[in-house]
């Protein structure tokens, strides 16, 4: 093995810099919602600070007629602003919000009921555990909020290495990672990571069928995308439950497909304010499925008004499907059939090359530091995505491919890992016991000395040994 086949050569090291110059980006972002959030918490807190008897409360929606203290509208309109919650209200709205509450006080003093005040003391605690509740929320996502700045901030920028000055050889060691579904640097790693983990199980199954099918649904704007990803997820486990017979729909044979299992990758894109949630799915059948011929053209079929693609009639079923599921329909053979489209959905059958789609990232963290490009994340994209993919877990498997573990390394890719920096030492003339030097570089500072060093890693090792096995 030279180490030319396993050192980080020039492009690898510069992708890796310019990751860390986009991130600056994001990180501004999140000192922009931090600020946001202190905000936020200093105008509850004054409010957190009193019992929860003394706070202003909105209408008890049990009232009956004879104790009605606010106006339809009003109550409407509170119930409105009220399911927004406080990070995408505006200003303007939290003061409608308090003036609303503060002419429900004041109808409040001008009655006398006892049982009235009674019922109001009684909701006003509620209303006051939820302010309370608020501020403590609050206080826990600034601290959440700041740490995730300040690891992005110092994500791979110092790079642990060991010295062979001899060998000219720089062993990286370790670098801190953010892990941050935003980081550019970490969405890389966390893609080689899920490829390691996902397919040298997929490939036990190298008899079955296996196809790459793409569910979407029409753009959403930024407050229903949280929402639409939810629904996404919960139309999927359906249309997993229909192709392994655990629900059949009576007159169709999609339980009959052969389905053995799939992995479901969420992607994000987006544009200004419009979002496109969509799934990509590796679906595994039996080796006797098929697709079937390609010869439906319908209005997914069209690009630029040309036809770029036909359907199978399978295709146009799971698209029938898929509509209904998404809009909450009842999924039966009648409702099927009355449907003159669905949701735009495809299925291929699955190539190597597909796996990059499968695995890839869930949204562009920055992809370009210039707001006139498509790539470029605002401040708004940003935070609309923070929030909406808050504690969304991005690939699922299920079936056959549910619950895979991470790949242990092979005891022989060790054994050469070992025998390699054993090597380097004695060229070092290393005694037992001794340890090379261990210094820190940027990324930059590594770009500057590849004429003079090779740059190897352990997991390149294995990276160059899995393919020379596979071969």
């Not at 069209?302 to 499907?321: A, C």
């Not at 959905?345 to 530091?369: A, I, Q, V, W």
């Not at 290393?430 to 590849?450: A, F, H, M, Y």
Request: with cysteine; charged share 30%.
């Amino acid at each position: 093995m030279d180490f030319k086949d396993i050192q980080l050569d020039f492009k690898y090291l510069n992708d890796v810099a310019t990751a860390i110059e986009f991130n600056e980006h994001i990180v501004d972002y999140y000192a922009v919602l931090l600020a946001e959030l202190v905000e936020n918490k200093r105008q509850v807190a004054p409010a957190a600070e009193q019992p929860s008897t003394a706070l202003e409360a909105p209408p008890p929606p049990d009232f009956e007629d004879d104790f009605v203290l606010a106006t339809p509208e009003q109550v409407a309109e509170f119930r409105v602003l009220q399911s927004m919650g406080y990070e995408r209200r505006s200003t303007k709205q939290d003061e409608r919000l308090k003036q609303i509450l503060q002419d429900y006080e004041n109808r409040i003093d001008r009655r006398e009921h006892y049982e009235q005040k009674k019922m109001l003391l009684a909701h006003r605690g509620r209303y006051g555990q939820a302010v309370h509740k608020m501020d403590f929320d609050l206080n826990k996502e600034q601290k959440v909020v700041f740490r995730k700045a300040e690891s992005m901030g110092t994500c791979n920028k110092r790079w642990y290495l060991d010295v062979y000055e001899k060998s000219g050889v720089l062993d990286f060691k370790k670098t801190n990672l953010c892990k941050d579904k935003f980081c550019n640097n970490c969405k890389r790693v966390m893609q080689a990571t899920r490829m390691d983990r996902f397919i040298p199980e997929i490939d036990k199954f190298r008899d079955a069928k296996k196809i790459h099918l793409v569910l979407t649904s029409p753009n959403v704007e930024r407050h229903n995308l949280k929402e639409n990803i939810k629904q996404q997820f919960n139309a999927f486990a359906k249309l997993i439950g229909y192709l392994k017979a655990k629900k059949p729909i009576k007159g169709l044979d999609i339980h009959k497909w052969g389905y053995m299992g799939a992995v479901r990758s969420l992607e994000v894109t987006y544009k200004g304010d419009s979002y496109h949630p969509h799934l990509h799915v590796l679906l595994m059948f039996e080796d006797d499925f098929d697709i079937g011929p390609k010869t439906v053209v319908n209005a997914f079929s069209k690009k630029f008004g040309d036809v770029k693609r036909k359907f199978s009639e399978r295709e146009i079923l799971v698209q029938k499907i898929w509509y209904l599921l998404m809009n909450n329909e009842r999924v039966n053979k009648k409702n099927i059939d009355s449907l003159q489209r669905g949701y735009s959905c495809m299925m291929d059958e699955f190539r190597d090359g597909d796996y990059h789609e499968l695995f890839k990232y869930m949204t562009k963290g920055n992809g370009s530091p210039h707001p006139d490009t498509d790539a470029y994340m605002t401040y708004d994209n940003f935070k609309t995505l923070y929030y909406a993919l808050l504690s969304v877990r991005q690939i699922q498997g299920y079936g056959v491919l549910f619950g895979i573990q991470e790949v242990e390394i092979d005891d022989r890719f060790d054994e050469v890992y070992a025998d390699m920096v054993s090597w380097l030492r004695q060229q070092e003339g290393l005694q037992d016991g001794e340890n090379p030097e261990t210094v820190w570089k940027t990324v930059r500072g590594l770009i500057d000395d590849i004429g003079e060093y090779r740059v190897i890693s352990r997991k390149r090792v294995y990276k160059y040994l899995r393919q020379l096995y596979h071969e």
